[in-house]
């Protein structure tokens, strides 16, 4: 069994938003209907989404490498360093994408972690409009340096993992 620490995501949240091209417009029409209650936590988001949001809402958004260039793993890892909260990534599951291993690796990185997600307007109106999202939350995460070291130890001693 393994060990688990308390996280806790802060009151005010840092949301990364992420859309594919063929769902760029559903993206910006959330943000516009979203504004208000957006404008409360700080935003993040890919390339060019992250431009149209910050440009057709005067909201402050900071922007990564486009997904393809980078941008869903820069996401990733920032989700593992803690500084991304939440994730609002309108994906489109009837385009191929050619950067969909990265696109996987973000999605399964916020359930390690256990950060909300959102992939449909649907979803992220149930997260947005959530007593949670405007309050603190803490929930139990595994502890990954734990068991990275049970596994070492047991490996050092010539145990079978």
């Known amino acids: 069994m393994y060990q688990t620490v308390e ?4 009151a005010q949240k840092t949301i990364a938003l992420i859309a594919h091209d063929n769902k760029k417009s559903a993206m910006l029409a959330w943000v516009k209907a979203n504004r208000d209650r957006l404008a409360h936590h700080r935003l993040c988001g890919t ?16 922007a990564y490498n486009s997904g393809p260039l980078g941008g869903d793993q820069q996401i990733g890892s ?10 609002i990534f309108f994906w489109d599951p009837l ?13 399964r990185i916020a359930l ?6 959102a ?3 649907a979803t992220a109106d149930f997260m ?3 007593p949670l999202m405007d309050s603190e939350y803490t929930r139990p995460i595994t502890n990954f340096k734990a068991a990275a070291d049970s596994r070492a130890a047991a490996f050092a001693a010539g145990e079978q993992l």
């Open 7 to 10: 996280l806790t995501l802060p």
């Open 47 to 62: 390339g060019t989404t992250a431009r149209i949001i910050a440009d057709e809402t005067g909201l402050p958004v900071r």
């Open 78 to 87: 920032r989700i593992a360093e803690g500084q991304i909260d939440c994730v």
């Open 95 to 107: 385009t191929a994408q050619p950067h969909d291993p990265d696109v996987k690796a973000l999605l």
């Open 112 to 117: 390690v972690y256990d950060i909300p997600i």
């Open 119 to 121: 992939n449909n307007p």
């Open 128 to 130: 947005i409009r959530s």
